[in-house]
């Protein structure tokens, strides 16, 4: 007598009901978020390193000139490619203020472990500058707007502006004059001249130099204002480049 063919069993999913589904998609949306903050957390201070870099390291060199105008202007590139992608393929409106807050996490841990726990650096010398209140306006610009042309032009001026109004309070108390064996230095000075770091030329540390103090003896005005102009155009410029990047690297989106 032929024995009976067996039937074979069914393939079942790990989750059958759609509570369950939901629940697991979320908790994948999780972890991917996770690894998301981290990714741009080291790309964007790695990014920040490389082209702010010694600007943001010491008191004494965030002056009201150099500081003032370098850091927005260079800074906004990454966070305005970021903010097509995001927008252009996810409806999302918020590039600048995430990369604003993976910037100031990652700095913060590196400032406290390496600059701090490491070099011995006290944190009032090596503190980084918050892009927060910049990124907010950024992304604000774009929902208001809808336009990245107008993103470009107000929210490149409201960056560069909101980095000095943040962080310009921040620096103030180290800028008060003080007598040093009769010598006027500002505090930031002192802390300089007494926290040696090998391999600082001196006279890069002058950098408070120029001409811009014709303008009325004060030179962080005049600097704002051409940053503000350049970080709309860097910003416009790097939207462009995000655009460019996604027709050629986001192409299987256009399939999903």
Same mark, same amino acid.
């Given at each position: ?15 059958? =009901?759609?509570? /369950? ?13 996770? @690894? ?7 790309? %964007? ?10 600007? /943001?390291?010491?008191? /004494? ?9 370098? +850091? ?68 604000? +610009? ?19 502006? @909101? ?15 003080? /007598? ?14 007494? %926290?040696?770091? +090998?391999?600082?030329?001196? %006279? @890069? ?5 120029? +001409?811009? =103090? ?6 962080? %005005? ?20 995000? =655009? ?13």
């Amino acid at each position: 007598m032929a024995a009976l063919p067996v039937p074979e069993a069914r393939p079942r999913g790990a989750f059958t =009901r759609p509570e /369950d589904i939901r629940q697991a998609y979320r908790q994948f949306d999780i972890v991917i978020a996770a @690894l998301l903050f981290f990714l741009f957390m080291a790309l %964007y201070h790695v990014f920040w390193m490389l082209s702010v870099g010694d600007w /943001d390291f010491w008191t /004494d060199w965030k002056d009201r000139q150099w500081w003032v105008f370098l +850091t927005p202007v260079v800074s906004i590139a990454m966070p305005a490619a970021a903010q097509y992608i995001f927008w252009e393929k996810f409806r999302l409106p918020f590039a600048g203020t995430l990369l604003a807050v993976c910037l100031v996490v990652a700095t913060w841990i590196n400032r406290v472990m390496n600059m701090s726990g490491w070099a011995y650096f006290p944190l009032n010398f090596v503190w980084p500058v918050s892009m927060i209140a910049s990124g907010i306006a950024l992304d604000a +610009t774009l929902v208001l707007t809808r336009s990245y042309l107008l993103m470009s032009i107000f929210g490149g001026f409201f960056w560069a502006l @909101l980095f000095y109004l943040a962080n310009w309070p921040l620096m103030a108390a180290f800028s008060l004059p003080v /007598d040093v064996n009769g010598v006027l230095m500002s505090i930031a000075d002192v802390q300089g001249y007494h %926290y040696i770091r +090998t391999g600082t030329p001196e %006279y @890069l540390r002058l950098i408070d130099r120029g +001409t811009l =103090r014709s303008f009325g003896q004060e030179p962080a %005005y005049v600097s704002v204002a051409v940053a503000m102009f350049l970080s709309a155009v860097v910003c416009f410029v790097f939207v462009m480049i995000g =655009r460019a990047f996604t027709k050629t690297q986001f192409s299987w989106l256009k399939r999903i």
